[in-house]
């Protein structure tokens, strides 16, 4: 258990063939560790990838509040996640997806930035996708938070399950009167998705969002709401 007997925090990754990724991820873990020193941080992964969630939640002794490394809802989050948990870990608390927030906003402009953004590119947020109505729902209301940011329209596209897909939306951004199409990558780490981003045919793909500080930083808030919710309820 964390110094002062706070939970531990268990990142859920969904877990990836690509060691660039796994990388990546082992350092979101430490940018997430370097937020609160002292507390302890355990990064598993559900599937593909290890140490797996399944195997972590036992050893873990004291609390836990698992937070699932995912930026909308889905499966993963609403079934996926919650058998393991109920599984292995009984009483875990589980946190809420990272998006959409307003620190993925300024991570995703951070990392446009560097990519080299100019006033007159055409912007898509590029994503994975899913059958969830709900979780491509919470896709377009990251890309509405950066249309609002960037003062310019923002197209929330799907490289699997959803519409519009990758190819639909630069195909309709470049038919436009924008000098290149810009995708914003909407996820975290190197791997087959972020692969489809990279081969549909924009100008520009911007990195995956890693272990940016906000996105540390967003970890640790979806922390507290799931601890401050399991607060209130027993009160």
């Known amino acids: ?14 877990g990836t063939r690509s060691a660039e990724g796994e990388r990546t991820l082992a ?42 490394l995912l930026l909308a809802g889905g499966y993963h989050v609403h079934v996926d996640l919650p058998a393991v948990l109920a599984e292995h870990r009984p009483g875990a608390l589980m946190a809420a997806p990272l998006g959409p927030h307003g620190l993925l906003t300024s991570a995703l402009i951070r990392s446009l930035t560097r990519a080299g953004l100019r006033r007159t590119d055409a912007v898509v947020l590029g994503a994975a996708g899913s059958s969830d109505p709900a979780a491509l729902a919470d896709v377009r209301a990251a890309a509405h938070r950066l249309a609002v940011r960037l003062g ?3 197209t929330a596209a ?19 009167p924008a000098r290149r199409v810009v ?33 540390a930083s967003l970890v640790w808030a979806r922390y507290d709401e799931a601890a401050l919710a399991a607060r209130a309820a027993t009160a």
Do not use: K
């Open 1 to 14: 258990m964390s110094r002062g007997g706070a939970p531990t925090l268990v990142l859920a990754a969904h």
């Open 27 to 68: 350092d979101l873990a430490a940018a997430v560790r370097r937020r609160r020193p002292g507390r302890r941080v355990e990064l598993a992964y559900l599937e593909i990838s290890g140490p797996l969630l399944r195997d972590v939640l036992p050893a873990v002794p004291g609390p836990v509040v698992v937070a699932p």
């Open 152 to 154: 310019r329209p923002v």
């Open 158 to 176: 799907f490289a699997s399950a959803g519409t519009p897909t990758l190819s639909e939306a630069l195909e309709r951004a470049g038919s436009g």
């Open 183 to 215: 995708v914003a990558s909407y996820v975290l780490a190197p791997g087959h998705f972020h692969g489809r981003l990279l081969a549909a045919g924009a100008d520009l793909v911007t990195d995956p969002l890693g272990a940016d500080p906000d996105v």
